[in-house]
Each structure stands twice: as C-alpha cells, then as structure tokens.
C-alpha cells in the first residue's frame, strides 16, 4: 500500500506542482490511513470497501480530530482513490460520492514585485549554462504567467528569433496560442545562442530547456531548481510553484520595470 502512496505522493509533486509542505500533509494523511486499514486486516487497495472508509472517518471523530482535520483527511482519501483508479491499481473507488465537511481554501499569497526581483537575481551569480537556463525560464514564467508544464513543454521551434516571439500554448478549459515578445524576455536569446548548445549532447532534442543530461527538464527537477534560488533569496517558506506563477501572472507589465 505504501508503494501506491508514493507514486501518488510523486504524482502530486511533479505534475500536480504542489508544494513540498502540501506533499507532506498528503503523506501524513494517507500513511494513517493505510496503517488504519492494515490494522483492520487489508493490505491491498483492492481489498478496501466503503465500510472500510466509513469506519476510518469514525475512528478519526472518536479520536477528537477537528471537523477541518477530517475534511481534509476524507479529501486526501478521496484524492488516493481517485488516481488510483486512474492509473488501474482498483476498478471503482469507495470514496466515491463520499460527503465531507467543506472549508473554504485560500489562494496562494503572492510574492511581491521586490521578492520577484530578488529570485530574479539569483541565477545571475553563476557563470554556468545552467543558471542562464534558469534565468531564462524565470524571466519567461514572469512575462507569460504560464503553468510550470507549459514552460517545460516549450520546443526550440517555439523561439522564433527573426520574428522576436517565443510562441507558446495555454492549456485549460479551452486550449489556445498566445506569444511574447522577446524583449520582454532578453535571457531567453542568449540561453538559446550560447547556453543551450553547451546543454544539449543530441542535435535531435527538441526540447527548449535542458537538464546536465541533455534532456528536456522535468517539472520537477524546475521545482528543485527554484527550491535551491528561493533558499538563496531568503523567501524559501514563501516559495511554491502556485504562488510563484500566482505572482507573475498578477504582476502588470509596468510593475516588471
């Protein structure tokens, strides 16, 4: 069971972009609930019923937890069951229609225009490739307010230097184009011109931003990237990747400056 949570726990990190401390709640929530479940017995998701479920919740109010606790904890179950019956490990989840308490979730709080500009600064204390990748994608993330996945699925072709665009794609409920100018990004040319050829170890790698391998960066190594310049910049508790792309999505292209 264990091995599920992990996954699940990877799943949320990397492509769901939560934070590290949000990951953390997920992994205390659902360790209890599994150890609840082998103590009753069942040690295979398959083997786990709504009765199952009802009686984990019960156990969790004669224990005193708040009703806020248990809302979360029944959210974090309903979470597990879901993507487990995504990804086959069960066929139907007993979470499913499963009521809970609802509370009101906060939006995360915004960096200010200063702070942006400290964690800015940090990629441009280092002479490597690497760091005027990572100048790049900042300032690209600054200018667009795109989601870390769209950043990561940017192609060279993407990067139009005649023209001075970079081209990109904004997914949601409707899926369309949008561009910036490159002015409004100026690290981006000189990764494309000078640092990326120093990444890139196959003249067929379309990918836009590059690992020391060569290879298109993962989400999650981008995370551990800006982990390491928020720590530098002092804003390390302030940093995850929502309020990241929260704060230069708010930001005006006049504040930038």
């Known amino acids: 069971m264990k091995q599920e949570i992990e996954a699940f726990l990877d799943h949320l990190a990397s492509e769901k972009e939560f934070s590290e401390n949000t990951v953390a709640a997920y992994k205390n929530d659902l360790v209890q609930l599994a ?13 786990v019923d709504r009765q199952a ?14 009703m806020t606790t248990v809302a979360r904890k029944t959210a974090s179950a309903k979470s597990l069951f879901k993507y487990l019956v ?42 490597a490739p690497e ?3 990572d100048k790049a994608m900042l300032e690209l993330l600054y200018a667009t307010g795109m989601q870390v996945r769209e950043l990561m699925a940017l192609d060279c072709e993407d990067v139009d230097l ?8 904004i997914r949601g409920s409707k899926e369309r184009k949008d561009s910036v100018p490159l002015a409004s990004v100026s690290s981006l040319q000189r990764y494309v011109e000078e640092a990326r050829p120093q990444l890139c170890r196959q003249g067929d790698e379309d990918a836009l931003f590059l690992n020391r391998l060569g290879e298109r960066l993962t989400r999650q190594g981008f995370w551990q990237i800006i982990k390491g310049y928020a720590k530098e910049a002092k804003l390390d508790d302030m940093v ?18």
């Open 86 to 127: 995504k990804t086959g490990v069960i066929t139907s989840a007993p979470t499913e229609n499963l009521g809970s308490p609802r509370v009101k979730k906060s939006s995360p709080r915004p960096l200010t225009v200063g702070q942006v500009r400290d964690l800015l600064k940090q990629p441009d204390k280092y002479p």
């Open 35 to 47: 150890d609840f479940l082998q103590e009753k017995g069942l040690h295979r998701w398959t083997d």
């Open 162 to 169: 005649q023209q001075g665009q970079v081209f990109y794609t």
């Open 240 to 257: 995850t990747l929502r309020a990241l792309r929260h704060s230069f999505a708010a930001h005006s292209s006049g504040q930038k400056g």
């Open 131 to 133: 760091a005027r990748r």
């Open 53 to 66: 479920i009802w009686s984990y919740l019960a156990d969790l109010r004669q224990r005193g937890y708040a």
